[in-house]
């Protein structure tokens, strides 16, 4: 028998001998649950009316072991989410919203139904008559306060959101003299329209030259399977900010103390950076280089010479072809001496795109590491040069095996998107 009919049985157990008043009382609660209840309460009717005797405040405690039982079951639980003590303003639920009632016509006192149900001696004042005149143990339609924007308000407010995306709320009332609408009523009516507010990616603008060239890439290799950008060692550089070096910091501040020193952040004339090369594979993160000053031809060859090589023997020691993905950037990648080296020791380049960065996965894996970092900022170049090796280390296989394998669906993007950018 499942448990719900059992709950059932078990109740009416104690219910035959309650009055007509009583059981109409509990019924209407159980009956929103489940239809055995009303089922085997026809069936016992008949044996229930033979019964009519009140019960005492001590006779009925069973009705409020039953109120427990049912607590207990799933599909009511939500029934009962409320706790008894939960302040003077919470709201009962309806398992002792019914208790209140049904101990009301089994004739208890007010001070005696609510120390037994745990409720206020206000709420037990309020429900007996309220179940006396609306015969429901459910809460009221609440109308709320009145909505300050009518249809056309919203439609004019969602209209101008769509021109321009990126009017602000604040941006939104002048232009369309609101002045009795405030800024937080007009995101919650965008809110409603589905237009969230959220941070712009930095984006270049593609031309159709480059656009081209990004789905001559992508039709290039559309053939290639998962397996084939596991063979592919992915590289760029990247410039990781210390403590103060960029974006936005928050702060909670009394009004009128903007300018406190104490809810300040210190703006430092020279904030430390760290410029780092890095690369890996779906075997795992290679090895890193940290660097001062530009990164010109000669010492991106040095780089290459002494972290991407090694990488490839310890990597891909077997491997017949190095296949090997950068940023296409022709004042150093394509500099006579870079050009040699990696002629000279066997490392064919894949021809990438510029402006391209979604199709290079290393720029998930920065953006990842930069995530890291927040919470443990470093205030000296040599807290974040050990911070940036020590976060980059801490980087696993798995990811980079994701990050990898992901080449198949950027590439399907851009065809499908002819060109343009894609999710990643």
Not at 339 to 358: A, M, R, V, W
Request: aromatic share 8%; glycine share 6%; proline share 6%.
């Amino acid at each position: 028998m499942p448990r719900m009919q059992c709950v059932a049985h078990e109740s009416l157990s104690h219910l035959l001998l309650c009055s007509c008043a009583v059981r109409c009382a509990w019924l209407r609660l159980l009956s929103a649950s489940t239809g055995v209840v009303q089922a085997v309460w026809s069936a016992n009717d008949s044996e229930a009316s033979r019964s009519s005797s009140p019960l005492s405040v001590v006779q009925a405690s069973p009705l409020l072991h039953i109120l427990n039982c049912c607590s207990r079951v799933s599909s009511l639980r939500a029934l009962s989410a409320v706790p008894s003590h939960a302040g003077s303003h919470a709201r009962l639920s309806l398992l002792r919203r019914a208790a209140i009632v049904i101990l009301d016509k089994q004739g208890a006192t007010r001070g005696e139904i609510a120390q037994q149900v745990g409720a206020s001696a206000p709420s037990v004042r309020h429900w007996v008559p309220h179940d006396e005149e609306k015969e429901e143990f459910a809460d009221e339609h609440r109308s709320g306060r009145p909505r300050s924007t009518d249809e056309a308000m919203d439609t004019a407010i969602v209209g101008e959101s769509y021109n321009d995306h990126f009017a602000t709320p604040r941006t939104l009332k002048r232009r369309l003299e609101l002045e009795d609408v405030s800024t937080r009523t007009i995101a919650r009516r965008l809110d409603e329209a589905g237009l969230h507010g959220r941070v712009a990616r930095h984006t270049f603008r593609l031309t159709d030259d480059h656009k081209r060239q990004r789905l001559s890439f992508a039709e290039g290799y559309q053939r290639w399977t998962e397996d084939d950008w596991c063979r592919v060692i992915f590289s760029d550089e990247k410039t990781f900010p210390g403590e103060g070096g960029g974006g936005r910091i928050w702060v909670r501040r009394p009004v009128d103390e903007a300018s406190n020193p104490d809810y300040s952040v210190p703006e430092k004339s020279h904030p430390i950076a760290q410029p780092a090369w890095g690369c890996f594979s779906a075997q795992g993160p290679g090895y890193m280089a940290m660097f001062d000053g530009s990164l010109d031809g000669p010492r991106l060859r040095n780089i290459l010479r002494e972290y991407l090589l090694p990488t490839f023997n310890e990597q891909f020691p077997d491997a017949p072809t190095r296949w090997f993905l950068w940023d296409n950037d022709p004042g150093r990648h394509m500099s006579r001496i870079v050009k040699q080296f990696i002629h000279n020791n066997g490392i064919t380049c894949l021809e990438f795109p510029p402006y391209s960065p979604d199709l290079n996965p290393i720029e998930n894996l920065w953006a990842d590491m930069v995530k890291r970092m927040e919470s443990k900022p470093a205030r000296t170049s040599e807290q974040l040069e050990a911070l940036v090796q020590q976060t980059w280390a801490e980087t696993t296989t798995e990811q980079c095996s994701k990050l990898a394998r992901s080449m198949t669906h950027r590439i399907a993007q851009v065809i499908e998107r002819g060109g343009a950018y894609t999710d990643y």
